[in-house]
């Protein structure tokens, strides 16, 4: 599932329509709005989303009315947080380094 996720962020348009979502949920025609695309275009990077978990579709009517789901970007978080604790190790072990040498 993080491939998925991780894939479905690659992406600038993805990651404005979850920032929006992030807002409350809105309708496919709505995220559309701020780009030059056609719904069907938005509609395929939504299905990016939703299938990386990201974005829920409920048909109301003949609107379709999206949500966003955070839970895959907490696991993405977690994932990240672990090798943000071994560049940090990394760095600090760097610094001493260069501290060292410009001591001695």
Known sequence: MLDRVFTALADPTRRAILARLSSGEATVGELAEPFQMSR??????????????????VADGRV???????????????WMETYRTFWEGQLDALARYFDAEDGG
Do not use: I, W, Y
Not at 40 to 57: C, E, F, I, W, Y
Not at 64 to 77: Q, S, V
């Open 40 to 57: 069907p275009a938005v509609s395929k990077h939504l299905d990016v989303l939703q299938r990386a978990g990201l974005v829920h579709r």
């Open 64 to 78: 379709n009315r999206c949500h966003l789901d955070g839970e895959p970007l907490r696991d993405a978080m977690q």
